[in-house]
């Protein structure tokens, strides 16, 4: 199967939980023999935001849809520039970073330092729960991206080794619509998430 086709809904698929059965399913496809997490996290998020396209059914009658679907990235776990010319702290302070993504340009980092945390990004990976924002406008701090975004949900990427649980960036999607996300998005986001932990190096 070519790998684009990964991103197909068949027709039998009708709800949201088996939505995101099949995403799961596809992903661990997709993420089979690979370990690097730009690489994966590259085909994750094409996969999510170009099958939630295809399933028209998630955003009921609106006709509004998901307008970006991407990871943000603790700043410490980018790899250090073998070549540079020009002094940067992006690797030096407490940020997340943009990472790989589907959708329009975006913020590049995202502040998680005590004092300058803003967002709901931020409050996701400090708080290490997914949060489900139905009217981005009422979120106090949200970051506006895209001014046609209406709402949003954010999951964190949390590594658990032997008890030692770390944050190691967030799954971020975007709607066009308000109360684009439910409880059923957010259970299925969550094994996505944890899939994509386990999948890769870090
Ligand atoms: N809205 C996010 C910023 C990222 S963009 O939505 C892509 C936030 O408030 O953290």
């Known amino acids: 199967m070519p790998h684009a086709d990964s991103s197909l809904v068949p027709d039998k698929i009708q709800t949201k939980t088996e939505f995101w059965d099949h995403v799961y399913s596809q992903l661990e496809g997709l993420l089979d023999g690979q370990r690097s997490w ?3 996290l590259a085909n994750a998020s094409s996969l999510i935001y170009n ?16 307008n970006w679907c991407g990871f943000y990235i603790d700043s410490h776990l980018f790899p250090s520039p073998r ?9 030096d ?11 329009k340009p975006a913020c590049q980092f995202i502040y998680i330092a005590p004092g300058k945390a803003r967002g709901v990004c931020a409050d996701a990976f400090i708080k290490r729960q997914t949060l489900v924002v139905p009217e981005v406008d009422l979120y106090p ?14 999951c ?12 190691l960036g967030v799954l971020d999607l975007d709607c066009l619509a308000s109360n ?12 996505i998430a944890a899939l994509v932990v386990k999948a890769c190096d870090w």
């Open 38 to 40: 730009v690489t994966n």
């Open 51 to 66: 099958s939630l396209l295809a399933f028209p059914i998630h955003f009921g009658n609106e006709n509004k849809a998901v």
């Open 83 to 91: 070549i540079s010319k020009v002094n940067t702290d992006a690797h």
């Open 93 to 103: 302070s407490n940020r997340l970073l943009l990472g790989p993504f589907c959708g």
């Open 141 to 154: 701090g949200h970051i506006a991206c895209d001014g046609e975004t209406k709402s949003e949900i954010v």
């Open 156 to 167: 964190p990427l949390i590594l658990d080794v032997k008890g030692s649980v770390q944050a």
């Open 180 to 191: 684009g996300f439910d409880e059923d998005d957010k259970v299925g986001l969550e094994k």
